[in-house]
């Protein structure tokens, strides 16, 4: 991609703890979902799911910095109490979790307790609901029903500006060919994006030398 080619201009999004959320193509439905909030409709579950890395942890705290949601972690040996649910509810990873009819009911029983008392819920998962495992078809049915939403993987563009403002946030500036050099190389994700950045400043702090495409081809090779 040409040095041109990379955008300074792609929106910011305040977020949870003074994160900035970039918006971009890959995730601006979803990112449209969480601005609706709470006027959704009749849909009182959202399920944001992609690939590791792609942003669904980083826009559910968008979310719960709106609403004031509780992050909860069902697992098979924890009793819920439903009285203690709150009416903004995140479950992480959900798809990891459902492995055994135990768990699916547990996630049923929640569903139905949050739609009955007119509370929210999201979720993440790394798989579209069609490919959980299944022992429930209420619980699938309901899922499916639910707003489905796919985060995309970052494009060029993205990973370029989450790379600028990784190293801005400790007040280092690239150069376009550095950025351009890096998002050839990396795995096309936020976390590896972020881990590059942390990569390439030990390094440049390390032998106490300018980030340059010398310096990061050490890393890679």
Same mark, same amino acid.
């Given at each position: 991609?040409?040095?041109? =080619?990379?955008?300074?201009?792609?929106?910011?999004?305040?977020?949870?703890?003074?994160? +900035?959320?970039?918006?971009?193509? #890959? @995730? &601006?439905?979803?990112? +449209?979902?969480?601005?609706?909030?709470? *006027?959704?409709?009749?849909?009182?579950?959202? !399920?944001?799911?992609?690939?590791?890395?792609?942003? /669904?942890?980083?826009?559910?705290?968008?979310?719960?910095?709106? #609403?004031?949601?509780?992050?909860?972690? !069902?697992? $098979?040996?924890?009793?819920?109490?439903?009285?203690?649910?709150?009416?903004?509810?995140?479950?992480?990873?959900?798809? &990891?979790?459902?492995?055994?009819?135990?768990?699916?009911? /547990?996630?049923?029983?929640?569903? *139905?307790? &949050?739609?009955?008392?007119?509370?929210?819920?999201?979720?993440?998962?790394?798989?579209?609901?069609? @490919?959980?495992?299944?022992?429930?078809? +209420?619980?699938?049915?309901?899922?499916?029903?639910?707003?489905?939403?796919? !985060?995309?993987?970052?494009?060029?563009?993205?990973?370029?500006?989450?790379?600028? $403002? =990784?190293?801005?946030?400790? &007040? !280092?500036?690239?150069?376009?060919?550095?950025? @351009?050099?890096?998002?050839?190389?990396?795995?096309?994700?936020?976390?590896?994006?972020?881990?590059?950045? *942390? =990569?390439?400043? $030990?390094?440049?702090?390390?032998?106490?030398?300018?980030?340059?495409?010398?310096?990061?081809?050490?890393?890679?090779?």
């Amino acid at each position: 991609m040409a040095a041109a =080619q990379i955008p300074f201009d792609i929106p910011v999004r305040e977020a949870f703890e003074a994160e +900035d959320y970039l918006v971009a193509k #890959s @995730n &601006q439905a979803a990112v +449209d979902w969480v601005d609706r909030w709470p *006027n959704w409709g009749e849909a009182h579950c959202a !399920i944001l799911y992609g690939t590791s890395g792609c942003g /669904k942890t980083h826009l559910s705290h968008v979310w719960q910095y709106r #609403s004031g949601a509780i992050r909860q972690a !069902i697992t $098979k040996s924890h009793i819920i109490d439903y009285q203690d649910i709150p009416d903004c509810l995140i479950l992480e990873d959900i798809d &990891q979790i459902l492995d055994t009819p135990h768990m699916q009911e /547990k996630l049923f029983h929640i569903y *139905n307790w &949050q739609k009955e008392k007119g509370g929210y819920m999201m979720l993440t998962s790394r798989a579209h609901p069609k @490919n959980w495992p299944s022992h429930l078809p +209420d619980l699938k049915s309901r899922m499916l029903a639910s707003m489905i939403i796919e !985060i995309g993987v970052p494009d060029d563009e993205l990973l370029a500006a989450v790379i600028i $403002k =990784q190293f801005m946030d400790r &007040q !280092i500036h690239v150069s376009a060919e550095v950025v @351009n050099f890096l998002i050839l190389r990396i795995e096309r994700s936020f976390s590896a994006a972020r881990h590059i950045v *942390n =990569q390439v400043d $030990k390094l440049a702090l390390s032998q106490k030398r300018k980030i340059t495409i010398p310096l990061i081809r050490e890393l890679f090779e």
